[in-house]
């Protein structure tokens, strides 16, 4: 038998011995104490753990928003543990959307100016950037809504805003900070599913989560405690 390819598949993203301490004058704290992880590209993996266990703290090294102090970070074989903060904003850019708890959207830009802002960073031109934020909205069943600021809008249809500026830039990654923290579970429904079916469209989607039934919804389950991983299950389905 000949063997066509025995490189093991790498996966989009890979975390070694990853630590990260926080220093606060004289005191330290070690948020994470050495994560080894693999996530292959189309994943949907849920991270779970109690409050305090250090989700947001992997979710800034995994998005490129914090360095680790020690380990490797390896994001679609590129290592970007030792990239400077500039080329950082360029991956993050590129490869990574981002949906937060408190949607982070600017009230003073209706919802598609907050929808085109990574394609402003990115460099599209005015007209694409307007196209692909309108579609965007559309995609996430706000088409009629694109001229709204958030505060004229409900928490489920600004966090739905959140995630069209998520996919806006088609990232391979998008990375989810207890998106449904702060919604109704209509909201949440509705939210969980553009998950859904932006990975049934190829993309990998990291959820972080301290909620059980929402971590079901992907496909893998990886538990945090204290900074350590301390379970890795497939679940659900899938
Ligand atoms: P989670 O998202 O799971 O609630 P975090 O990653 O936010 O947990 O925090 C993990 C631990 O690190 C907590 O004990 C928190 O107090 C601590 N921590 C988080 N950010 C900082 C910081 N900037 N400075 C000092 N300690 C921090
Ligand atoms: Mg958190």
């Given at each position: 038998m000949t063997a066509v390819d025995e490189t093991p598949i790498a996966g989009v993203v890979e975390l070694h011995g990853i630590r990260k301490v926080y220093r606060s004058g004289s005191i330290e704290f070690e948020a994470l104490r050495g994560i080894d992880m693999s996530i292959g590209g189309g994943e949907y993996v849920a991270v779970i753990g109690p409050s305090g266990s250090g989700k947001s703290t992997l979710m800034n090294i995994l998005g490129c928003l914090d360095v680790p102090t020690e380990g490797q970070y390896l994001l679609g074989g590129e290592d970007?543990?030792?990239?400077?903060e500039a080329q950082l904003a360029v991956v993050r850019n590129k490869r990574i959307g981002f949906v937060f708890q408190q949607f982070?959207?600017?009230?003073?830009?209706p919802a598609w100016r907050n929808v085109e802002l990574p394609l402003v960073y990115a460099g599209t031109s005015k007209a694409e950037r307007r196209a692909r934020a309108v579609a965007a909205l559309e995609r996430v069943g706000l088409g009629d809504r694109?001229?709204?600021?958030?505060?004229?809008?409900s928490g489920g249809q600004q966090q739905r805003v959140a995630v069209a500026r998520a996919l806006v830039t088609e990232p391979d990654i998008i990375l989810a900070d207890?998106?449904?923290?702060?919604?109704d579970s209509e909201s949440t429904e509705a939210v969980l599913g553009l998950l859904d079916e932006l990975h049934l469209s190829g993309r990998t989607i990291v959820l972080i989560t301290h909620e059980h039934e929402v971590a079901a919804r992907a496909g893998r389950n990886l538990t945090i405690k204290d900074g350590l991983i301390t379970a890795d299950a497939l679940v659900g389905a899938q």
């Open positions: 970007v543990s030792t990239m400077s982070n959207l600017l009230a003073s830009l694109v001229e709204n600021r958030p505060g004229e809008l207890e998106p449904t923290g702060n919604l």
